[in-house]
């Protein structure tokens, strides 16, 4: 029998923690178009947050903004924004950035 | 009270108060899910009683709740435990602590709409601890101690009470209803461990999900370690019982004259009370014969087996159910998997009682009369569908 402290969840039942070890799978890495916003255009009516499948987009007070070590590149917040204040950009165009992750 | 089976598993699951009920109606079980409507109708309980439009929805109603932290009960047979498969299988990976009673009938493949333990055999690996009564007090019972089994900290798994669909379910025989106040006293010793994890608003965590593919490892690892823990757990619970209520059943297994016994008949459900009297009058006869009653079929209670089979010398076993693609009853089989620490001893499985028809007593002597010979060195037929052969 495996021994508790080889164990990575700390609950006997079925349980993960979702802050730490749920989501640590690095979907970030597979973007290759990446959400730019336009602020000048948004309205901050949420739309974007609200379809973003990984839920990644960050309430930033008066806008949202995509948490890129989760953000896929999906492309649905650019699609699904009425004002069209979401552009979808190649991620070869943040080369520099994109090395920091 | 003189009630029926069905209506016994209803007061079972009253008596321990669940916050969540649910059940969708099907032969032969419908009467729990009426007379727990009733009870919640004439205000004799404050289950809140959900109406779904399946099975399906059932299971997953009852894995939510228990998932929140609630105390849940449902029932089903059959057809409807098929058609809950996917959320039986969740429910054991969520480590839900479900209490499910089932009245067992033959399983779908061949229309019958009659007894049979079919169904629980198909469902013997989502991961649910399975029990086997034989009769009606013991259906009430055996949901009392069930809460304290799947609602255990180191367990935290779901538990399926089974009694005998037509046979068990209709009949009604005199129960002794228990106090309140003392289930409430026997229930109460869960409050004392630590608190199992819940949904909590605001907090993310997962449940039945990993993240990575060696967390998946970690719980389903620890799912078959709890499950493994049930076993001596359910003698524990059982032995507390009896000193409570005077009532116990042996745990895992009941035992009926097999201290000096040369030969066993293993069998569970209705049927063990029926090869207790083919035992008593092969007894006269002068046949050390014994029975084993297999109440625990999930864990399988090896250790209890092997100790209770050890030095036998011949083994006849009656399965309710057939095993496909092995070529004798499940329970049979899984008997057969002890050889390395019971010996080589001719096992005899016997497959009977199959969409109603009724295992009789000269039926469980036949048996024993070829078990007997079979113990004495003499040939015999591994494998005998008895009705095929009436």
Known sequence: ?101 | MVITGNATAAYGAMLCRPDVATSYPITPMSEVAEQLSAFRANGLMETEMVEVEGENSAMNVVAGASMAGGRTFTATSSWGLSFMYDAVQHAAGFRAPIVMVIANREAPGILAVSGGQQDIISVRDAGWIQIIVEEGQEILDTIIMAYRLAEDYDIQLPVMVNYDGFYLSYMATAIEIPEQTDVDHFLATLKEQPKRQVLEPGVALGCGTHGIEKGFVELRYRQCVAMERAAAKLDEIDREFGELFGRSYGGQIEEYRIDDADIVVVASGGVAGTAKVAVDTKREQGIKVGLIKLRLFRPFPRQRLVEALNGKKAIGVIDRSVGFGWDCGPMAMELRALTPEIGIVPILSYIDGLANLDITIPHIERAIDEVQSAALGKSYQEVTWIPLEE
């Open chain 1, 1 to 101: 029998m495996v021994h508790n402290d080889k164990f990575m969840f700390p609950y006997e039942g079925a349980w993960s923690d979702g802050r730490e070890k749920l989501l640590c799978l690095d979907t970030g890495s597979w973007r290759v178009t990446r959400p730019v916003l336009d602020k000048e255009k948004c309205n901050y009516c949420s739309l974007c947050a609200l379809y973003c499948p990984p839920q990644c987009l960050k309430d930033m007070g008066d806008h949202y903004a995509p948490d890129l070590d989760y953000c896929k590149g999906c492309g649905i917040c650019a699609r699904e924004c009425p004002r069209g204040a979401i552009s979808m950009m190649p991620e070869g165009e943040f080369a520099d950035d994109s090395a920091k992750r």
